[in-house]
């Protein structure tokens, strides 16, 4: 089975509901790139008038989360994923639609590659780019991934 943005919205949907209820989506998803999408409502709003920053950081892991999800379904290997650490920054209100880019399909190519030759669980930071429609920064996220084969 392909994983494609339908597949990971219906996931959403019955794994993670309250991304779904909120508004996440998968929008794209490719070799190297992942892009979610999340509009500002009142759902997911906080006192100030902008996006929760829990909403925002949903949409971006599952921006970097997808990506390792496809990764591994590719490998043909069973392979266990879990964020250990994270971190954001956030330089505007997020209002409207806010679409966050992960780039960085390679960084789990190479990874997984080491853990499968090594049998030695690995760890990669991914970030996630949050624009708002207008094209500016909004917020930054990294997700440090640990990844390991199952034995």
Not at 22 to 29: A, H, L, M, N, S
Not at 135 to 144: K, L, R
Request: aromatic share 10%; proline share 2%; net charge positive.
């Amino acid at each position: 089975m392909q994983i494609s943005p339908s597949k990971l919205n219906s996931f959403l949907m019955f794994k993670l509901p309250s991304a779904y209820v909120c508004g996440v989506r998968v929008k794209e998803i490719s070799n190297n790139t992942c892009m979610t999408s999340v509009k500002y409502k009142w759902i997911n709003q906080n006192p100030f008038n902008s996006m929760f920053w829990a909403v925002q950081g949903m949409a971006a892991e599952l921006s970097t989360g997808a990506l390792m999800m496809m990764k591994i379904k590719e490998s043909g290997k069973k392979i266990s994923m879990l964020v250990a650490n994270n971190n954001a920054t956030f330089t505007k209100k997020a209002t409207g639609r806010i679409t966050f880019s992960c780039n960085e399909g390679h960084l789990i190519d190479e990874a997984i590659a080491k853990a499968v030759e090594t049998g030695e669980g690995q760890t990669l930071w991914m970030q996630s780019v949050g624009v708002n429609s207008e094209g500016a920064e909004v917020s930054t996220f990294n997700f440090e991934w640990t990844i390991k084969v199952k034995s």
